[in-house]
């Protein structure tokens, strides 16, 4: 570590961690949404959240706007959108005096992060101003050659495209992510959440980084080493192509940025194994390919630590159940809540014990499942089902 200054890593480890644990905080289950974004400014990446409406894919990236000092430029996207709008209008004067020359102030050729709304509308005039854009940091205009600050572009879309011509746009996030609606044992913590927006609204927090701090960070995770992973990686490529994941030549590369950026976020100078979980932002193009590289990662990668981990949370919690049980012989209308919960676990629990290969963590869900079960059968008992 001695290339390393101790003082000036954990400095900057804290602060993104701070970034990324401010960019969460109002909102209910997207710690994913917000380890993604952080990912993708960590790596001066680009990133699209892809997912239903209502999901708060633009509320995350305009927050995370607020907590960076950064120029920022934003626009929603339509297929009517023009250059202009986004590149700023010609200058007239400069033109009659035979200069091409654009307004620029506040508009994408001067931001250091961008939020592009709905991005795969985008008309095909914009679409290979945006080509460029994205990859060489380049608007090429008129007669002009531009160099722009571009850090991140958050885009943000209610479907992947499946044009062709927007095959090289898309291609050109790295970091993609397939957001969900969210999950049912979380309702009563979104109604609350969305209430306490609604009254206090958004309060826009004070920034915590600046685009020369990601500068830094981006610095520092170009120095984590990597090597030992080349191997591993080379081989979930090869699985991820067996299974129908085809990552380009760009993504195959590009990857180990992200899982460098991973280990400093968790403050380590070595990625290891465990750093691989980010291929599921890198590797799959639609929801469907998300989940069969989640699954190929479980199998390959640190799976059974991940899932003793699991199985010792949801035996936790089995037990509280179980021991308000003994206290409490009555009906108690939180038993419904429970119930619900322990089926869900159960699924979970099932699934583990169906797949899995390891022989520990085989007899450790089914030890769980059967005093599961016990429990389940004792709540239906008292609530008379
Ligand atoms: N997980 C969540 N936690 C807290 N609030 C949420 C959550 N999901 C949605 N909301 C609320 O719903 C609002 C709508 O979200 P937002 O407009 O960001 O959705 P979107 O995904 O961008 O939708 P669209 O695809 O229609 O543009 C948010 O501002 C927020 O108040
Ligand atoms: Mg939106």
Redesign the pocket.
């Given at each position: 570590m001695s290339k390393f200054n101790e003082e000036v890593l954990s400095k900057y480890v804290s602060s993104i961690n701070k970034f990324k644990f401010e960019l969460e905080k109002?909102?209910?289950?997207?710690d994913e949404e917000a380890l993604v974004m952080t990912l993708a400014l960590m790596t001066s990446e680009h990133v699209v959240?892809v997912?239903?409406?209502?999901?708060?894919?633009?509320?995350?990236a305009r927050r995370a706007a607020d907590l960076l000092r950064a120029r920022f430029f934003k626009y929603l996207l339509t297929r009517y959108t023009e250059p202009d709008e986004l590149l700023g209008s010609l200058d007239i004067f400069a033109f009659k005096e035979g200069k091409y020359v654009r307004i620029t102030r506040n508009k994408l050729p001067e931001a250091e992060i961008a939020f592009l709304?709905?991005i795969f509308n985008a008309s095909s005039a914009i679409l290979n101003t945006l080509l460029t854009l994205l990859n060489e940091r380049v608007i090429y205009d008129g007669y002009n050659e531009v160099n722009v600050p571009l850090w991140t572009l958050i885009s943000?879309s209610?479907n992947i495209p499946e044009e062709q011509e927007y095959q090289a746009l898309y291609d050109r996030f790295l970091l993609r992510h397939f957001?969900k609606p969210?999950s049912e044992d979380k309702w009563l913590q979104?109604l609350d959440?969305?209430w306490r927006?609604?009254v206090e609204g958004?309060r826009a927090p004070q920034p915590v980084l600046t685009i020369d701090d990601l500068k830094v960070l981006n610095s520092i995770v170009l120095r984590v080493d990597v090597s030992k992973l080349k191997h591993t990686l080379v081989k979930l490529y090869a699985i991820f192509e067996d299974q129908g994941v085809h990552l380009t030549d760009r993504r195959k590369g590009k990857a180990m940025k992200v899982i460098a950026a991973h280990a400093l976020l968790n403050g380590r100078t070595t990625a290891s194994e465990e750093d691989l979980v980010v291929l599921k932002y890198v590797a799959p193009s639609t929801r469907d390919e998300a989940e069969r590289v989640h699954v190929i990662l479980l199998e390959e990668i640190g799976t059974r630590e991940r899932l003793l981990s699991d199985l010792r949370e949801i035996e936790d919690n089995v037990r509280e159940v179980k021991a308000l049980l003994i206290k409490t012989s009555d009906f108690d209308p939180r038993l419904v809540e429970y119930l619900r919960g322990l089926e869900k676990a159960r699924e979970k629990v099932r699934k583990i014990a169906e797949t899995i290969t390891d022989d520990s963590v085989r007899k450790k869900s089914q030890d769980i499942l059967s005093e599961i079960n016990e429990v389940i059968d004792e709540i239906r008992k008292r609530l008379l089902l």
């Amino acid at each position: 570590m001695s290339k390393f200054n101790e003082e000036v890593l954990s400095k900057y480890v804290s602060s993104i961690n701070k970034f990324k644990f401010e960019l969460e905080k109002p909102f209910i289950g997207r710690d994913e949404e917000a380890l993604v974004m952080t990912l993708a400014l960590m790596t001066s990446e680009h990133v699209v959240l892809v997912g239903e409406p209502g999901t708060a894919k633009s509320a995350l990236a305009r927050r995370a706007a607020d907590l960076l000092r950064a120029r920022f430029f934003k626009y929603l996207l339509t297929r009517y959108t023009e250059p202009d709008e986004l590149l700023g209008s010609l200058d007239i004067f400069a033109f009659k005096e035979g200069k091409y020359v654009r307004i620029t102030r506040n508009k994408l050729p001067e931001a250091e992060i961008a939020f592009l709304d709905e991005i795969f509308n985008a008309s095909s005039a914009i679409l290979n101003t945006l080509l460029t854009l994205l990859n060489e940091r380049v608007i090429y205009d008129g007669y002009n050659e531009v160099n722009v600050p571009l850090w991140t572009l958050i885009s943000a879309s209610n479907n992947i495209p499946e044009e062709q011509e927007y095959q090289a746009l898309y291609d050109r996030f790295l970091l993609r992510h397939f957001v969900k609606p969210v999950s049912e044992d979380k309702w009563l913590q979104l109604l609350d959440a969305s209430w306490r927006i609604e009254v206090e609204g958004y309060r826009a927090p004070q920034p915590v980084l600046t685009i020369d701090d990601l500068k830094v960070l981006n610095s520092i995770v170009l120095r984590v080493d990597v090597s030992k992973l080349k191997h591993t990686l080379v081989k979930l490529y090869a699985i991820f192509e067996d299974q129908g994941v085809h990552l380009t030549d760009r993504r195959k590369g590009k990857a180990m940025k992200v899982i460098a950026a991973h280990a400093l976020l968790n403050g380590r100078t070595t990625a290891s194994e465990e750093d691989l979980v980010v291929l599921k932002y890198v590797a799959p193009s639609t929801r469907d390919e998300a989940e069969r590289v989640h699954v190929i990662l479980l199998e390959e990668i640190g799976t059974r630590e991940r899932l003793l981990s699991d199985l010792r949370e949801i035996e936790d919690n089995v037990r509280e159940v179980k021991a308000l049980l003994i206290k409490t012989s009555d009906f108690d209308p939180r038993l419904v809540e429970y119930l619900r919960g322990l089926e869900k676990a159960r699924e979970k629990v099932r699934k583990i014990a169906e797949t899995i290969t390891d022989d520990s963590v085989r007899k450790k869900s089914q030890d769980i499942l059967s005093e599961i079960n016990e429990v389940i059968d004792e709540i239906r008992k008292r609530l008379l089902l």
